[in-house]
Every structure is written in structure tokens, then in C-alpha cells.
């Protein structure tokens, strides 16, 4: 095999024990822990490869994953989940990246994925809570809430090892869809953030200075969801245009 080419392929088995919060709560409204919930095993696959070109590296990967006995928000409300097993899902999709540089001191890195995750068995979920009996029917093939499909992210820097440095990265989102009967989607959005900092060495004493600003042109756009929310209030807002300075030191040997 060639040095600058890289190969690989990988297949796992796991299971996914509820934590403490999706047993906190009954979702018949009753006094404690949902012990019915169970837990949910996967089965996951990777392939991919890893090489080095004159024009940067570029990496590739494809994977799926199927579980079976999946555990998703039964209601929501009021800052109280309740969750079941609602059987078997699957997600699949592929990653890409390639980063560079450009010229010396400069560096650029691009990134995407692809996650096409969905229900693979129909089930029924609640409308009200407390919730008894779930009463809604979501059928096989809808999209697992919370999740966006397509995710975009690219980078360019100036990065010496000392003096001045900055950079420009921006990063884009599709939808997300909020809740299992797909009924409602936050929009995707995209954004631009910027830094500027300054390396120095004092002495021993590494020390660096940074300012940042996130959401440049002061996006508004749902930064979170919060899933199968009983009142239809799914959106989270991220913040606007915002803005962070640092100081670091370090003592080097």
C-alpha cells in the first residue's frame, strides 16, 4: 500500500442503557422511575479512505448505522420528558474533508456530511401528557427529529507560530425536523465568524491575546429544538451577533 494512501474498514456492536433522566419520569404521570424502558442495540459499519495529495488531504467515509429497541421522547413538556422504545431506526451517510496549506502560514480545511437518519418501524406516540396510551401514529420512514441532514463547514486561517494571526470560518446547517410525526422544521441557516489574535513569547512565557466575533452579520435562526415539545414551542435561539476576548499564557520548558 501506498504511504500517502490509507484504507480502512471497521464494524462494531453496541447498546445504549437509559440514563437516569429518561427514567426520571413516568409517562402516565405516576410517581416513579420508568423501569419499562429498555435498552437499544446497534449494529455499526464504516468504510472510508485517507490520503495525501499535492493539493491537501482528503479524507472519505461512508456508514451506517441500525438499532433496534431505539429509545425517543415520548412528551415534552414544561422541562419534563418521558421516553419509549419505539424499534428499529437507521442512519446512514457519508463524511468528507480536505484541508491544505495554502502558502506557508496559511491554512484551509473544508468539511461535509451527510446523515440521513429515519424510523424503519411505525409506531404510535402522544399528543397530550400525562399520556396513558400514545394515540398518534408515526409512520416507517419518517425522519428522526433533532438531526439535520446536510452540514457544511469551511476555514481559512493565517496561523504563524508567533506574531499576528486570524482567520474565517463559516458553517451551514439544512433543517431540522422537531418532532417524529415531521409536522414542523427549524430552517437551516448558515453563518461567518472571524478572529484575530496575537502570539508572543515573554521570557518563559507563552502568552496569547484573541478576539472573536460569532455570527457576523447577526443571523437570528434556532440555535435548538427541543423535541416533540407538548406546546409546539420547539425553537431555541441562538445568539446573535456576539463577541469574545481572551488571554492565555502558558510556560513553555
Request: glycine residues 12%; contains cysteine; positive net charge.
Amino acid at each position: 500500500m501506498r504511504p500517502d494512501l490509507h484504507l480502512y474498514g471497521t464494524a462494531g456492536r453496541g447498546f445504549e442503557t437509559p440514563t437516569l433522566n429518561e427514567l426520571a419520569y413516568r409517562p402516565n404521570g405516576l410517581t416513579g422511575l420508568s423501569l419499562a424502558l429498555g435498552a437499544a442495540t446497534s449494529d455499526s459499519y464504516e468504510a472510508g479512505v485517507k490520503t495525501r495529495t499535492g493539493w491537501g488531504d482528503v479524507n472519505l467515509a461512508l456508514f451506517e448505522t441500525r438499532t433496534s429497541n431505539e429509545i425517543a421522547t415520548l412528551t415534552n413538556v414544561g422541562g419534563r420528558s418521558t421516553f419509549q422504545n419505539v424499534g428499529s431506526t437507521r442512519r446512514r451517510g457519508l463524511e468528507a474533508a480536505w484541508s491544505a496549506d495554502l502558502r506557508e502560514n496559511v491554512h484551509a480545511q473544508v468539511a461535509y456530511t451527510r446523515l440521513d437518519a429515519r424510523y424503519r418501524d411505525t409506531f404510535q406516540t402522544c399528543t397530550v401528557t400525562p399520556c396513558p396510551t400514545p394515540n398518534l401514529t408515526v409512520p416507517a420512514g419518517n425522519r428522526i427529529p433533532g438531526i439535520a441532514r446536510d452540514s457544511v463547514y469551511g476555514a481559512v486561517g493565517w496561523v504563524p507560530p508567533s506574531g499576528w494571526r486570524g482567520g474565517v470560518e463559516a458553517r451551514a446547517l439544512s433543517k431540522v425536523w422537531v418532532n417524529d410525526v415531521n409536522s414542523d422544521a427549524a430552517a437551516g441557516f448558515a453563518t461567518v465568524n472571524a478572529s484575530v489574535g496575537y502570539v508572543a513569547r515573554v521570557g518563559a512565557v507563552d502568552v496569547t491575546g484573541f478576539a472573536r466575533v460569532d455570527n457576523v452579520f447577526s443571523r437570528s435562526y434556532a440555535g435548538s429544538v427541543i423535541v416533540n415539545e407538548g406546546n409546539a414551542r420547539y425553537f431555541e435561539p441562538a445568539p446573535t451577533r456576539n463577541w469574545t476576548l481572551g488571554l492565555t499564557a502558558a510556560i513553555g520548558f
